[in-house]
């Protein structure tokens, strides 16, 4: 196998929203805002052009894409997804979005959960070959002789779960192409107790991403280190 020198590449940010579905609640739906036609018209987000914004879909899920910040805003019945897609963009671009998302929608909507997604990619052309050592390898004797594989473990960390999924795998970047390797899919989820407080909303959130910049860095560079072993 070759002894390439194996590096995480980040080619993904996303936030997700998820709203809490209770009655007799001060709160407004997430309905409201899924068509995302209420969050242009109050131009949440700042340094966007809203009053030239493209819907690139028009049903469900609705899409906008605000080409200057290279994010992607997807809106469902019950949540809603910020998305950065920009290999040169920093974390703090990133989150500032996302933080004028989340100071908008702490006011409006009652929000349970809010998952906080990295999806990197190992750019080679021996995934298989080093998920077999790395990963296939460590399997129970009765899966060993298995052509691939994946894993999907779950992590605890006081009150957020980190889900991580491995597996080999391709995406497709525009200006880029194909680039097959093997993917890292990184989720950190955090339920939000109850929230009447809009203060305490707020609050908990960007602790949240707080925590996971620093959560995700130190993961990165544990698994790159593995790869590389």
Do not use: W
Not at 35 to 62: A, M, Y
Not at 128 to 144: G, L
Not at 183 to 195: A, E, F, T
């Amino acid at each position: 196998m070759s002894t390439e020198k194996l590096h995480i590449e980040l080619y993904e940010r996303s936030v997700v929203f998820v709203q809490r579905i209770a009655k007799d609640t001060p709160f407004v739906g997430m309905e409201r805002y899924v068509d995302l036609n209420n969050i242009v018209k109050q131009k949440i987000i700042k340094g966007v052009d809203f009053d030239n914004t493209q819907f690139v879909s028009e049903g469900l899920p609705r899409v906008i894409v605000f080409s200057n910040l290279n994010t992607r805003l997807i809106g469902h019945p019950d949540k809603i997804v910020l998305s950065l897609e920009d290999l040169n963009a920093g974390d703090g671009q990133f989150f500032n979005v996302v933080k004028d998302m989340s100071q908008f929608l702490s006011k409006e909507v009652d929000i349970s959960a809010v998952g906080i997604n990295y999806n990197c990619i190992i750019k080679t052309e021996n995934a298989d070959d080093i998920i077999k050592k790395k990963i296939v390898s460590h399997f129970p004797p009765i899966f060993q002789d298995a052509y691939g594989g994946s894993i999907a473990p779950v992590y605890k960390e006081d009150d957020m779960l980190i889900n991580v999924t491995i597996n080999k795998g391709g995406i497709e970047r525009k200006g880029v192409g194909t680039t097959n390797g093997i993917l890292i899919l990184l989720n950190y989820h955090r339920d939000i107790d109850s929230q009447n407080l809009i203060v305490t909303q707020i609050s908990k959130f960007q602790e949240s991403l707080e925590r996971v910049q620093e959560e995700f860095s130190a993961s990165k560079k544990k698994m790159e280190g593995y790869f590389n072993e």
